[in-house]
């Protein structure tokens, strides 16, 4: 049976006899999300999923619903002075 080290917590984590590059597994002690990045030894890091970055991107953006409808209410105004 394998072992490896969560990078999370340090908790040794039996992956079984069959290892697989990519392979993701969670640990029981922290709850992150790991994906096997070498077989031998077996080594572990933090799954990457993309769902999860496409979030994260949408949290950084700086959009102002009100500063838009300024916008178009401006431009509505000067349509209406034509």
């Given at each position: 049976m394998a072992i490896a080290t969560c990078p999370?917590?340090?908790?040794?984590?039996?992956?079984?006899?069959?290892v697989r590059l990519g392979q993701t597994i969670?640990?029981?002690?922290c709850g992150a999300r790991l994906?096997?990045?070498a077989v031998n030894p077996p080594e572990l890091d933090w799954?990457?999923?993309e769902s999860d970055?496409?979030?994260?991107?949408?949290?950084?953006?700086d959009f102002d619903e009100e500063e838009e409808d300024e916008?178009?209410?401006?431009?509505?105004d000067e349509e209406d002075e034509e």
């Open positions: 999370g917590c340090d908790e040794d984590i039996e992956i079984g006899s069959r969670i640990c029981n002690r994906e096997i990045i799954a990457f999923d970055d496409l979030e994260d991107d949408s949290d950084d953006l916008e178009f209410e401006d431009l509505d």
